[in-house]
């Protein structure tokens, strides 16, 4: 069974940064496509940013483009999400996402494995 953990979450003014990690266990997740979500009160969850298993192909949401960046380090298991300018409107759940497949998807019901998330907020 795989397990998501996500961490470092927080409380941030707008303009300032937070570095996202999602740790895998249960088995390796290097040949599967993870991605992040978020999930903004009174909205659904949506698709943040995506990472090829190989960490050379990403996908990002228009809205965070040029201001996060999605990586991962496949010898730990671990998914990361740099943010930086981070806006009010940015505030919301973090979710990292693993499918069981290599090819990407912005869907949320195209993945198979969910972190419990973790609380980010941007003051203005």
């Known amino acids: 069974q795989v397990q998501l953990v996500e961490s470092g979450g927080g409380l941030v003014q707008a303009g300032g940064s937070l570095r996202l990690s999602c740790a895998a266990s249960?088995?390796?997740?290097?040949?599967?496509?993870m991605s992040w979500f978020r999930q903004a009160p009174g909205k659904e969850r949506e698709f943040v940013a995506g990472?090829?298993?190989?960490?050379?192909?990403?996908l990002y949401e228009v809205s965070v483009e040029g201001r996060f960046t999605i990586s991962r380090v496949n010898a730990k298991n671990t998914v990361f999400l740099q943010m930086n300018s981070l806006k009010p409107e940015d505030t919301a759940i973090y979710y990292c996402?693993?499918?069981?497949?290599?090819?990407?998807?912005?869907?949320?019901?195209?993945?198979?494995?969910w972190g419990q998330g973790t609380q980010v907020t941007v003051s203005s």
């Open positions: 990472v090829h298993w190989s960490g050379g192909n990403t």
């Open positions: 996402a693993a499918r069981a497949y290599a090819n990407g998807s912005v869907r949320e019901t195209a993945y198979d494995y």
């Open positions: 249960g088995r390796t997740l290097s040949g599967n496509y």
